[in-house]
């Protein structure tokens, strides 16, 4: 008996040893290296309000982000006014279709706009019989759009012009390849352009190329002249103007706010070159544009103020208005003449809010908006703190739009993390550009901040520098940590943005960005999803989400609950591993009815990769996305494996009332929750 005994026992201890290397190893199939328990508190009493506004993104023009991107205007330069007001101005991209013989391609100051004069000129030489015929095809100009138009076929895409000239007019209008096939053509005919004559025409595709061009010819002599050429895909977002795939891209990560338009695109390197939102109203025609000299390059400004609101409101997300404060990088207004910029701000907030019969809310209404715009947050100025002038400027600004509008939250752009501010202000703005160690390690930056003075608005940040690349794993893991170090201080952060949002691959001015694409395609980095994992953390619940046995430092957590649309709720576990081992994770859920965790419908995601430093591309737009899989064994005591270089969520259903929820209802559709999520 006791030999068969000491075999039982020896039988026993295996079993016990092989379940818990099982246990520690079943999620991911290696065996992790440490042990690390996370305690979750799910009841009340631990809870705190998420701030609905706290992740969102930030719009600026840079990268040809809006130019030549979500603004789905196809024709580069469309005014011929790339050089200024004066002549001869810059016309290019547009490239002239014939030689010196044929014809002669010119810049006027005879538009019909009074706010941008120049107009084209085209001197036709040869004629349609003659001595000097023009050549098949005829002669004339075209233009490329930006880095190539993407024509789609059996799509519609609407041309409007502005012609004039002395005689009669047959001018032929296509869409063609890159091989030289025509993809759409119309002609125009008119006994009668003596005088500007507005042309609109549809066009519909009967074939693709993403690098299509646009042309205008002719086989007739003469003198034709042309102004603001237009060319919209007639498919935009709700047809106000935005390319659908890139909005989408942007309205997947649910933002609860969109900071607008800059950055330094508001400052300008010099004033003559800011973004003066007044510029930007109005019918497309009339607005003159300008050069964006900090990031070398021209808009015309076709997404403006009121496209802006209009990009906010399709978002569902709070728009914030930053505006220049008469600070650029090189010069400044004093603050004894500021006064006219503080002017143009309340028009600014009038045109947003106003009442349709208001001088600035008439022009908002006359352009299809006869509601105001819900804008409640304006900073003044982007990273200017510091200026000569800043400070006293500031004050005027604040002083005049509080009298104005009392209920609007002014932005300041001085830190007051480290010291409190010496100036009004109700929240503050702070930026982090930095190595993947300082980002991640950044994530405690505000667990000492005071409670009662304004909140912070991190509205810039991102990892830079080698560790980015052009948007690598690490750098999203970095991010993601920092991210959960904001959620967890939510009672000091108000809102949070990374940047840049977008970036052109043909224009890679900044790298790296949240999403790149060109003229037919799109993807994400790591770091745009990334910022998918926080998407229901707007409005949601902080619980209290404790790591013990962290000796290295290289795990964050946090855990929040939240309600869904069809009123279920869920609680969301989310933990970086910024290490290079593996980590057997202990999670224990405390503060909930027994048995009220269902194991359908509970996931884990987790974003990872083979190599710290994958990046996805156009060849291989997935390499680094989330991955979803089934949860097994659900309970209030679970193990997981964390992957070297991961961060995962634990989303887990909840069958019971009895979970921390504080604050506002936190209701979030999560009807597209997985629908860009890999499912295995």
């Known amino acids: 008996m006791g030999a068969i005994n000491l075999s039982k026992s020896v039988l026993l201890f295996f079993f016990v040893v092989l379940s818990a290397v099982y246990r520690s190893s079943s999620a991911t199939g290696v065996e992790a290296n440490q042990t690390v328990s996370l305690v979750v508190n799910a009841s009340e009493a631990s809870a705190k309000y998420i701030p609905k506004t706290l992740f969102g993104v930030f719009f600026e023009e840079i990268n040809h982000a809006g130019a030549g991107g979500l603004w789905a205007e196809l024709v580069n330069n469309r005014g011929f006014e790339a050089g200024g007001p004066n002549t001869p101005s810059n016309i290019a991209p547009w490239s002239v279709i014939g030689n010196e013989s044929s014809l002669i391609i010119s810049t006027e100051r ?64 296509s869409l063609t390849g890159s091989t030289g096939s025509t993809l759409a053509t119309a002609n125009i005919v008119d006994s009668d352009v003596s005088n500007w004559t507005k042309i609109e025409l549809t066009l519909q595709a009967k ?97 403006g103020h009121f496209e802006f609101l ?51 809310g008439s022009i908002r209404a006359a352009m299809g908006h006869p509601e105001p715009f819900d804008l409640k947050y304006v900073a003044v100025g982007n990273e200017d703190c510091g200026k000569k002038y800043y400070l006293g400027n500031y004050l005027e600004f604040y002083s005049a739009i509080q009298h104005e509008y009392p209920d609007i939250k002014l932005i300041s752009n001085c ?28 994530a405690q930056k505000f667990d000492r901040v005071s409670r009662t003075g304004p909140k912070a608005f991190v509205s810039e940040y991102a990892v830079h520098g080698s560790d980015a690349g052009t ?37 890679r001015t900044w790298n790296p960005d949240a999403i790149v694409f060109d003229s037919s395609q799109m993807y994400g980095t790591p770091s745009y999803w990334m910022q998918h994992f926080f998407k229901e953390s707007n409005g949601a619940t902080l619980l209290n989400a404790t790591l013990q046995s962290n000796p290295s430092n290289s795990l964050i957590a946090s855990a929040i609950s939240w309600k869904d649309t069809d ?4 609680l969301k576990i989310k933990v970086v591993n910024f290490g290079s081992s593996s ?52 309970g209030e005591e679970m193990d997981v494996v964390l992957s070297p270089h991961s961060f995962t969520s634990i989303d887990l259903l909840i069958n019971s009332n009895n979970v921390g929820l504080v604050g506002p209802a936190s209701y979030v559709d999560k009807s597209s929750y997985y629908k860009d999520i890999k499912m295995y």
């Open 415 to 442: 830190d007051g993390s480290s010291r409190p501010l010496d100036h009004p202000a109700h929240i503050y703005d702070y930026h982090i550009y930095s190595s993947a160690d300082n980002v991640f390690a950044a």
């Open 110 to 173: 005879s538009s019909r706009f009074d706010r941008n004069k120049i107009a084209l000129r085209m001197d036709v030489l040869c004629d349609h019989e003659g001595s000097n015929t023009c050549p098949p095809g005829g002669v004339g100009i075209y233009n490329p759009g930006f880095w190539g138009m993407n024509i789609e076929q059996g799509k519609t895409y609407k041309l409007v012009l502005y012609a004039r000239s002395l005689g009669p007019i047959n001018v032929s209008v």
């Open 310 to 360: 209009q990009l906010a409101e399709d978002l569902e997300a709070e728009p914030i208005w930053v505006f220049n404060n008469g600070v650029s990088h090189n010069d400044e207004v004093d603050t004894s003449s500021i006064q006219p910029f503080v002017q143009e701000a309340l028009d600014g907030i009038e045109f947003a809010r106003g009442d349709a019969k208001s001088k600035w």
């Open 567 to 570: 009123n279920k709720n869920h």
């Open 471 to 507: 948007g690598s794993l690490l750098a999203a893991l970095a991010e993601a940590g920092f991210l959960i170090g904001l959620e967890k201080n939510c009672d000091a952060v108000e809102m949070a943005s990374y940047a840049p949002l977008f970036v052109n691959t043909n224009d």
């Open 583 to 634: 980590v057997a994770l202990q999670l224990s859920i405390q503060g909930l009815e027994v048995n009220s965790l269902q194991s359908f419908g509970s996931k884990k995601i987790e974003l990872t990769s083979a190599d710290v430093m994958d990046e996805n591309s156009f060849q291989v737009p997935n390499k680094v996305v989330p991955v979803s899989s089934e949860l097994d064994d659900v």
């Open 207 to 303: 074939g693709t190329d993403a690098n299509s061009r646009l042309q205008l010819t002719t086989t007739r002599k003469g003198v034709v002249w042309f102004d603001q050429v237009s060319l919209m895909p007639t498919d935009t977002y709700k047809g106000h103007g935005f390319r659908k795939d890139l909005f989408e891209m942007v309205k997947n990560l649910k933002p609860g706010f969109i900071r607008f338009p800059g950055g330094c695109f508001v400052e300008g390197e010099w004033l003559r070159n800011a973004f003066r939102w007044k510029e930007t109203v109005g019918p497309w025609e009339e607005r003159p544009g300008h050069f964006g000299d900090v990031w070398h390059y021209w808009t015309d400004d076709g997404l």
